[in-house]
Antibody
């Protein structure tokens, strides 16, 4: 079955760039009915959707983070990545990668999630 | 952005009793061309990622117990746990997919009374 696993820097200094990768196993990142998402959760708080990328490389970012976010996909490695620049303490969170299903009109359910990776922004 | 407001923020329910969580959207999430509401419900237990329970407002994800049900349309939605079990203690979130950016409700914490 499809599984996702995040990896990357757990401690990032303020003003630097956070970099995370999500490895996809048990399925292909080139699946046409899926988008590949990043979602974060600050400690003790709710969920914030960061954005998604398709296997084609098409992206959509949350406007609240758009100026600092870059997502990319590597089909040869079956993985996708997140970069968040100019980080501040408020970017400290658990970062999840996840797959959302598409029904031809809209996405409708995020059914596969990674376990999440904690990123702390601190000097 | 579409704002989702959940109520209550927390509730305590006895084992075997019903739990009801509401989610109100600032805009309709009903796509009239296919008559589907693009709203999902998730369960999150401590230390775990969210788990998809319900999509299209009322369709149960495969493997989810039938004590979980979703209802509503347009702007008002409800997640019902018909007979609370100990393993249902968690935080529950609604999420809309109708308009980007996708947004979540603030969460509702369900505890045992």
């Amino acid at each position: 079955q499809l599984q996702l696993q995040e990896s990357g820097s757990g401690l990032v200094k303020p003003s630097q760039t956070l970099s995370l990768t999500c490895a996809v196993s048990g399925g292909s990142i080139s699946s046409g009915d899926s988008s590949w998402n990043w979602i974060r959760q600050p400690p003790g708080k709710g969920l914030e959707w960061i954005g998604y990328i398709y296997h084609s490389g098409t992206t959509y970012y949350n406007p609240s983070l758009k100026s600092r976010v870059t997502m990319s996909v590597d089909k040869s490695k079956n993985q996708f990545s997140l970069k968040l620049s100019s980080v501040i303490a408020a970017d400290t969170a658990i970062y999840y990668c996840a797959r959302a299903r598409f029904d031809g009109y809209y996405f409708y359910g995020t059914d596969v999630w990674g376990q999440g990776t904690t990123v702390t922004v601190s000097s | 952005d579409i704002v989702l407001t959940q109520s209550p923020d927390s509730l305590a329910v006895s084992l075997g009793e019903r739990a009801t969580i509401n989610c109100k959207s600032s805009q309709s999430v009903l796509y009239r061309s296919n008559n589907k509401n693009y709203l999902a419900w998730y369960q999150q237990k401590p230390g775990q990622p969210p788990k998809l329970l319900i999509y299209w407002a009322s369709t149960r994800e495969a493997g989810v117990p039938d004590r979980f049900s979703g209802s509503g349309s347009g702007t008002d939605f409800t997640l019902t746990i018909s007979s609370l079990q100990a393993e249902d203690v968690a935080v529950y979130y609604c999420q809309q997919y109708y308009r980007s950016p996708q947004t979540f409700g603030q969460g509702t914490k369900v505890e045992l009374k």
